[in-house]
């Protein structure tokens, strides 16, 4: 299992590190959500019923595995994002290219690290809907806000 887990991990970030992008460990549990940025990141081991998150000064934080509702992986949002949301491919604009872009993703013909729109857990058709509703209402708000 940890095995497996260690492997998708690895996999996830071949496929979508990029040099300019820093990466966080998410644990959320029920609403609450705690981010670790990667690059401060010494280890995470699972024992005693906990996930313990272990950053490189040496400080420790604990979390009970039967209260962590999810744990994955993104891009930290900044305060400094400008970037549109549902503006998957990244031109400026939100039009029927981004509807586009998110097909050739589901399709796997095609990888864009803003295809999650509505940023839940998977790339699907909720996503396609997500831009038609953004491009339906007039415009895209700020890709700036917060979970
Ligand atoms: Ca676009
Ligand atoms: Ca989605």
Do not use: H
């Amino acid at each position: 299992m940890k095995r497996l887990l260690m492997a998708v991990m690895v996999m996830f970030f071949a496929i979508t590190a990029s040099a300019d992008d820093e990466f966080g460990l998410y644990i959320v549990t029920g609403t609450d959500s705690t981010t670790t940025t990667v690059s401060t990141l010494q280890k995470i081991t699972f024992s005693n019923g906990n996930v313990v998150v272990q950053t490189k000064d040496g400080a420790t934080s604990s979390t009970a595995m039967a209260s962590v509702t999810k744990m994955y992986f993104d891009y930290i949002k900044t305060s400094s994002d400008t970037r549109l949301k549902g503006d998957v491919n990244e031109d400026g604009n939100v039009d029927i290219s981004d509807i586009v872009a998110i097909i050739n993703q589901i399709a796997g013909t095609a990888t864009y690290r803003y295809a999650n729109v509505n940023e839940d857990d998977n790339v699907d058709i909720s996503d396609i809907v997500a831009v038609i509703n953004i491009i339906a209402s007039g415009g895209a708000d700020s890709g700036s806000d917060t979970e």
